[in-house]
């Protein structure tokens, strides 16, 4: 006769259980990379000498048309973090937290946490200043070594230091010294302490996140990261002109730049300055790229990869020169359009490309469900796993970005959307949307720059009512089927 379970036994069969699925769940090793343009090797920009995230790349899924929901750091990161659209966070500034909006918004790393993964962050995870410490099991880290060159008044030959009117250093800055004497080199040493100590804690599955900095200005990197540049020979933007017939806030010129020391007077930039910021640009996407490496070669030395999802993402994009600007924070395909590819375990269309309109709200429910987590109800976005498995699948109608503007007295809120193949952006009062100041229309087919406003030509007009309907529809209308 068998012997009834004591209740303690059944305890323990229950928590033995509760470990062995815990053990099987996918690892995340989830890696940011400040306003990184999707312009690397595995883009097709094979001036960019990125040969780490390329490898990644030959690995994974690379989404060709991922968007984030506002060309800026904290409302994109708080966006894909809270699985949410910025009207619902109320966060379209670098000040205001989500918790204040939205109190009991489980993010995603706290989903993971509260499904028994041991969550961890370090470096720009969350924007600076704006953590949110019950996403983590323990407290996030930073390094010590210096972002940017910081307030000084001497280099270290005693030369004077010109310094901007904030107080900052170079714009552009070759640094000698080795990976680690920057931020991101000292975050990829503690990346790689942490995944030797996650590997020695198999009994809870883990969520890492790695903010890495670069290639965010000032466009400080170890020389030999410059080395792989020659300035002389690098193109201007080929579109260094405001789009025409765009209302004249939709572009911002780039005035982040000038937070920096060495900066020209008025713009457009000179030929030779803007050559030297490109320079720097591609020399701080080089430096993250070898970071980024470290941290993916240790996974594999680990023995972690094969149960590791990966996922990559750069929070926006940024403009070059195109449209006569720099930097971020508009509606425009250059900044609204960034990074996004991901490995899973077993995956069949490794090395592939989707071309499939994605959202950065999409990664939330993603990585939910790839690990079989349970859903939130709030969730604004869409889980793209079956594109994994076929990658030129029908998928959204469109991608939905938005940006703030204060014109005089007006506050109003551009609200912009990418079809397959055109950007139809509205830029409406905040409060009444009803009440429309501009309205933006681009032909990708025709216009892939988005050099032109065509929404005035007559001949447009019924393509502009269609597209207005559909961009009242909203992200909801604009499901995969
Ligand atoms: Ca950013």
């Known amino acids: 006769m068998k012997q009834p379970l004591t209740i303690v036994t059944i305890g323990l069969l229950l928590c033995a259980q509760a470990f062995a699925t815990a053990a099987q769940k996918p690892n995340i090793l989830f890696i940011v990379v400040d306003d990184l343009r999707p312009e690397l090797g595995c883009y097709g920009v094979p001036v960019i000498q990125s040969p780490n995230i390329d490898r990644f790349a030959q690995r994974g899924l690379v989404f060709d048309r991922a968007y984030c929901q506002q060309a ?57 200043g704006l953590d949110d410490p019950v996403s983590w099991s323990v407290p996030t880290l930073f390094p010590k070594a210096p972002h940017g060159a910081g307030p000084r008044t001497e280099d270290p030959d005693g030369a004077k230091v010109e310094l901007s009117k904030t107080g900052r250093g170079p714009v552009v800055e070759e640094v000698d010294g080795p990976d680690n004497c920057l931020h991101d080199g000292e975050l990829a040493d503690m990346a790689v302490k942490a995944l030797q100590e996650l590997k020695g804690r198999p009994q809870q599955p883990f969520f890492l996140a790695v903010g890495f900095i670069k290639p965010h200005l000032p466009f400080n990197a170890p020389k030999k990261y410059f080395a792989l540049y020659d300035a002389a020979k690098i193109p201007p933007a080929p579109n260094p002109f405001y789009p025409i017939g765009a209302p004249k806030y939709a572009v911002v010129r780039g005035d982040e730049v000038r937070a920096y020391s060495g900066v020209p007077t008025g713009y457009p930039f000179p030929a030779d300055f803007a050559r030297k910021l490109k320079q720097g640009y591609y020399a701080c996407v080089s430096y993250v790229d070898a970071q980024v490496g470290r941290v993916l070669d240790e996974l594999e030395r680990q023995g972690l990869g094969a149960n590791t999802i990966v996922i990559l993402w750069g929070d926006h994009g940024w403009k070059l020169g195109e449209h006569q600007a720099w930097a971020k924070h508009t509606n425009v395909e250059n900044d609204t359009r960034a990074p996004l590819m991901i490995y899973v375990p077993g995956m069949t269309k490794a090395g592939q490309h989707t071309r499939a309109l994605v959202e950065f709200v999409d990664v939330y429910p993603t990585l939910a469900e790839l690990a079989g987590l349970p859903l939130p109800k709030t969730l604004e976005g869409t889980s793209f796993k079956p594109l994994l498995d076929d990658p030129q699948k029908a998928w959204k109608t469109a991608a939905f970005s938005q940006y703030p503007r204060k014109v005089g ?72 089927k």
């Open 72 to 128: 800026v750091c904290s409302p994109s990161r708080t966006s894909l973090l809270t699985g949410t659209r910025p009207d619902t966070t109320k966060v379209w500034d670098l000040t205001t937290h989500f918790r204040k909006a939205q109190p009991d918004i489980i993010t995603l790393p706290q989903l993971f946490k509260n499904n028994g993964y041991f969550t961890e962050a370090m470096g720009k995870v969350y924007h600076h």
């Open 409 to 480: 007295n007006k506050n109003l809120m551009g609200y912009t959307m990418r079809t397959d193949r055109y950007r139809l952006t509205r830029w409406v009062d905040h409060e009444d949307h009803a009440k429309v100041d501009a309205v933006e229309l681009y032909d990708h087919q025709t216009d892939p720059q988005e050099n032109t406003n065509i929404v005035q030509v007559a001949a447009n007009q019924a393509l502009v009512e269609k597209l207005t309907a559909q961009w009242s529809a909203g992200w909801r209308g604009a499901m995969p």
